[in-house]
């Protein structure tokens, strides 16, 4: 028998929940004024769950370029083998930083800040690093937003205009300096500057390859996700600027590319559609 159409979307929601929270926690409920006022284009764009998900993918590649930004996560956290730990403690920030209340969204950077702190250490050839490094931050914010906007114009507003693109990197920017970012950019043209100039600090070893593997092998707790994330995965290779897909040695064939394009678009679609209220 077919499912109701109010029983399918229900039942595609919760399986989509299920990434982003702990067993037993409820969704959290925001009230009150907060970083960004309603109709604020990062509302927009992080309001998206796919084409976050296909950003995000795309982000974890290109930091991961970074030996010291990837020495913080290596050091320091069990990305390895809980990589939906990460991806559901990520998507917490990004919800209360975008949606939460003030005191909500100030408390969350604090404790990241506090975090921060304590992740310092050596690469293997004795150079040190510091989570709360300004540069370091701003590497790890410009991978985000670059990609979390490219995601969303490829799937969502191709004919975005430049002022709401400007505006979401200004917006942004603003999460980003609270934890501690300097001179970060404001606008697209200033976005793209300021990415290529860290590709010369850019490289691929055993630790990138293995983070990398991590990435491409994770398979979400429900084995009913695995189809979503592995189209995600691919979306995000896709995404990458074509200098870190050769620096990764991944590929998207030509032949696949729009079958790859349109599948992402339509899960999009529908994952719009389940997520919205009935």
Request: overall charge positive; hydrophobic content about 40%; aromatic content about 8%.
């Amino acid at each position: 028998m077919t499912p109701r159409l109010p029983s399918l979307r229900g039942a595609i929601a919760e399986e989509v929940r299920s990434l982003f929270r702990e067993e037993g926690d409820d969704a959290s409920v925001y009230e009150g004024e907060g970083l960004f006022p309603q109709g604020a284009v990062i509302r927009d764009v992080h309001g998206d769950v796919m084409t976050m998900m296909i950003g995000g993918i795309a982000g974890l590649f290109l930091q991961m370029l970074h030996p010291l930004a990837l020495a913080g996560v290596w050091d320091h956290s069990d990305f390895r083998r809980d990589m939906q730990g990460r991806l559901r403690r990520t998507a917490r920030f990004i919800a209360t930083t975008t949606y939460g209340n003030r005191a909500q969204a100030e408390a969350a950077i604090d404790q990241v800040r506090r975090i921060h702190g304590y992740v310092t250490g050596t690469l293997p050839d004795g150079t040190p690093y510091r989570a709360d490094d300004p540069r370091l931050l701003g590497w790890v914010h410009i991978t985000e937003a670059v990609s979390f906007l490219g995601a969303w114009m490829r799937y969502r507003e191709p004919m975005m205009s430049r002022a709401r693109q400007d505006a979401y990197f200004a917006q942004i920017a603003r999460i980003n300096t609270r934890l501690g970012g300097v001179d970060l950019p404001t606008d697209r043209r200033g976005a793209m500057t300021y990415l290529n100039g860290f590709r010369a600090e850019l490289l691929v070893d055993e630790r990138t390859e293995a983070a990398k593997r991590a990435l491409l092998d994770y398979r979400p707790e429900r084995a009913s996700l695995a189809p979503m994330q592995s189209l995600s995965v691919q979306a995000g290779i896709d995404l990458l600027p074509g200098w870190a897909r050769r620096m990764h040695g991944l590929s998207v064939p030509p032949l696949t590319r729009p079958l790859l394009r349109t599948g992402a678009f339509g899960l999009t679609h529908t994952l719009r559609w389940a997520l919205a209220a009935p």
